[in-house]
């Protein structure tokens, strides 16, 4: 099993930056594929990044070159440097855990509770 808990969340203006990360615990916890999804309001949840074991990422169309997956497997933890954010990237962000490289959220076996982004006009 393992348990996955975000923080860094918060209120940004649009074209500031946040940092969201992700503490990863318990069993085999840096061989996981990890990745970061969103939902906003009245949407379903969309993917956004991913990275593999070995560091490899890909992201969506819609924050690719503003936003950056990155993991440090010593301190269990997943990041999401978020930058030039838009409202639109208003979302609670949730951190998820596979053993596949996939983007389809149905295939993540473990999700977090979630964190709040709003990105103020």
């Known amino acids: 099993q393992v348990q996955l808990v975000e923080s860094g969340g918060g209120l940004v203006q649009a074209g500031g930056s946040l940092r969201v990360s992700c503490a990863v615990s318990?069993?085999?916890?840096?061989?996981?594929?990890m990745a970061w999804f969103r939902q906003a309001p009245g949407k379903e949840r969309e993917f956004v990044a991913v990275?593999?074991?070995?560091?490899?990422?890909s992201y969506s169309d819609s924050v690719k070159g503003r936003f950056t997956i990155s993991r440090d497997n010593a301190k269990n933890t997943v990041y999401l440097q978020m930058n030039s954010l838009k409202p639109e990237d208003t979302a609670i962000y949730y951190c998820?855990?596979?053993?596949?490289?996939?983007?389809?959220?149905?295939?993540?076996?473990?999700w977090g509770q979630g964190t709040q982004v709003t990105v103020s006009s």
């Open positions: 998820a855990a596979n053993d596949r490289y996939v983007t389809a959220t149905t295939l993540y076996d473990y």
């Open positions: 318990g069993r085999s916890r840096s061989s996981y594929v």
């Open positions: 990275i593999s074991r070995g560091g490899s990422t």
